[in-house]
């Protein structure tokens, strides 16, 4: 069997339409635009890079980005003065505190200080413990778009058997709440977990997010499985050749080894194109829902949990 791709590019594409429509609609029967808050401290290259993204993003969807970009050494207490006052903006609709942040700051305070209802990343211990108790909350993102793809590809996930490697807080737990939520039965399997080959090929549903290159061989998906490859890493690629400094070229791969799951599983995600552009298309998502909810208005349908 050869898989069908699960094009994540004009899924999100798709997506972002819609949230463009709904905030067409929202600014034309309310007069309220939803509003973006990055804050984004220190220099670090890949976070610059999701930034610029994230801000450009918002503002073609018709909604107003703001940008916070802070020293490096910026110090706790001025972080957390920035929160409090776009807590208290009423312009500001979600807040998103880009991580990592440098080692003198503590992640877990920052994120606990964001208004829960403006927590578009679903990181705060509320949204978490909502989440987890099946109420109503923030979802973060990736997991949210991963859902949004199975339920697409499948329709109704109910009974069947998935399997989350890794068991991060921003992907892999809320992962498994999402597909125990959708009335999967869930593993989450991570590095101690004993004889993983076997348990992913009893999964119906892999979804990888343990951040090791090709780490999954297609020896170990189940014939018909659906693959969610969450991983985004960099690894060297000399058959590309060298760059001008002499350097050899790099290419991007996920956790699964695509090539050899590709022939086993029903359905993949590719990376680049799977999961990677369905983050900022959720986050763009969160942000309208905040703002509905802010408003106490109808929320957007197909765009939560
Ligand atoms: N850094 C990498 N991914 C994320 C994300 O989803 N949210 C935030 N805030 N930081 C990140």
Redesign the pocket.
Known sequence: MVAQVIDGKAFAAKVRAQVADQVAKLKEQSGITPGLAVVLVGEDPA?QV?VRSKGKQTVEVGMNSYEHKLEVDTSQADLLALIDQLNADPAVHGI?????LPKHLNEDLVINAIDPAKDV?G?HISNVGLLGTGQKSMV???PLGCLMMLRDHHGSLSGMDAVVIGRSN?VGKPMAQLLLGDSCTVTIAHSRTKDLPDVVRRADIVVAAVGRAEMVPGAWIKPGATVIDVGINRIDAPEKGTNEDGSVKTRLVGDVDYASAAQTAGAITPVPGGVGPM?IAC?LANTLTACCRANKLPEPKGLTA
């Open positions: 976070s999701y998103l505190v880009q991580l990592p990343d990181f973060p993102c990736t921003i983050t986050l």
